[in-house]
């Protein structure tokens, strides 16, 4: 068999990267979903513009009616900030400057929705339970998950932020180390 050129196996990362979002992603949904909270479009393309890079960005969770704009972002893919699970510091040169170059857009990204008067918050993976295991591909397992603990406080401090007045905020685990 041919060995995966470096393009394909990036792209074979990011198909394993994208599911991962997508498990916290649906974590928080269901959890929303279960506190009452609706009025959102799961992976809205809402701008008809390129915002801040060559691709449409998507919105994780759009709030129509309220300007709301709520991503989940992985730690790691995301670059989180003094955070453990970035595993920032064990990444070789070429990985940092992509890790770094994803969290310069995402800031980017902030920057103008907030021009465009959104309001945003970002959920980072680390203040949610850890759900990378196998285990967790099953739907019923990931559900059980949204009773847990950190989930539900996730969803009080976002429900809270939601009906506040606050233009961003972030919310972070126990593992964050403020820098
Ligand atoms: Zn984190």
Redesign the pocket.
Known sequence: MPSLSDKEKHAEQMKLVRHKDTRIERLVDWALEGEGVGGYERNARIFEDKLVSNKKREVDFYFEEKQLALFV?G?HWHA?Q?????YFENSDVNHKKKLLGTRARDKRLMQKLHERHFRTLIV????LPDVKSKKFRSDEELRKMVGHEKTRLVVKKATSWIEGQKIHCEI??D??ISS
């Open positions: 972002h730690c989180h003094g955070c453990k699970r970035a980072w993976e680390c203040a972070s685990g593992f964050y």
